[in-house]
């Protein structure tokens, strides 16, 4: 039976390009609310020979993650990774100036969506799976309030689970990956030079050469 990698956050940015470089060696559950960029990720594994599952879905309905996670116990018992990518990324401005909907969606997307997930996803990895969660620098950088708390929060929590896991399993990895070419950067950087940036794909075969073969 092939390996399974459950991908939340798959329909972009370092998310698809995790999911298409793992399709070779796993099965891959890609989840992300957009169900035609999860269509172009599977036509991707789908043309160099891999499958995958489509979950369009949001990580912040309990109830979805919830069946998902039960389904994923059906089919195939457990998961041997999980790669947390998805983020919300409201837009830049001073403290003082957040709109309450950005806050509360940053809040939702990238904090308590994680105290859903931990708990529905830890028991499919068991004692030996991998959970690999994503950190940035942006924490106190001005403009940045509502998405640097909200990820401040996500990773206090992950933080606590790789510690309290740290001779139980399942493996608990925090990776602070380097400033890459996607959206959620142009978001936060419009006008930057693209070109001195990493590309997705090339910090995902990075990465998952580490994670898989430590």
């Not at 990698?5 to 609310?33: D, P, Y």
């Not at 499919?124 to 950088?141: H, K, M, P, R, S």
């Not at 925090?174 to 930057?192: C, D, K, Y």
């Not at 940036?197 to 990075?206: G, K, N, S, T, Y």
Request: hydrophobic share 45%; with cysteine.
């Amino acid at each position: 039976m092939s390996k399974i990698a459950l991908v939340t956050g798959a329909s972009r940015g370092l998310g698809f390009a995790l999911a298409e470089a793992l399709a070779k060696t796993h099965h891959v559950v890609a989840v992300a609310r957009t169900t035609g960029a999860l269509e172009d990720l599977d036509d991707k594994i789908q043309a160099s020979g891999g499958q995958a599952t489509l979950a369009p879905m949001d990580i912040t309905n309990e109830g979805a993650m919830a069946q998902l996670c039960r389904s994923i116990y059906d089919r195939w018992g457990s998961i041997d990774l999980w790669l947390h990518t998805a983020v919300h990324a409201a837009p830049l401005t001073p403290a003082a100036h957040i709109d309450a909907k950005d806050w509360a969606k940053s809040i939702a997307i990238n904090a308590t969506s994680m105290g859903l997930l931990i708990p529905y996803v830890s028991p499919l990895l068991g004692e030996t799976g991998t959970a690999v969660l994503f950190d940035d620098q942006t924490i106190g950088e001005k403009f940045h309030g509502s998405y640097a708390a909200s990820k401040a929060a996500q990773m206090s929590l992950a933080k606590a689970w790789a510690r309290e896991t740290e001779t139980t399993g399942p493996r608990v990895l925090i990776e602070t990956p380097p400033a890459m070419s996607t959206a959620t950067r142009s978001r936060f950087h419009p006008g930057e030079d693209r070109s001195a940036l990493a590309h997705p794909r090339d910090v995902a075969a990075e990465l998952l050469a580490r994670v898989i073969n430590a």
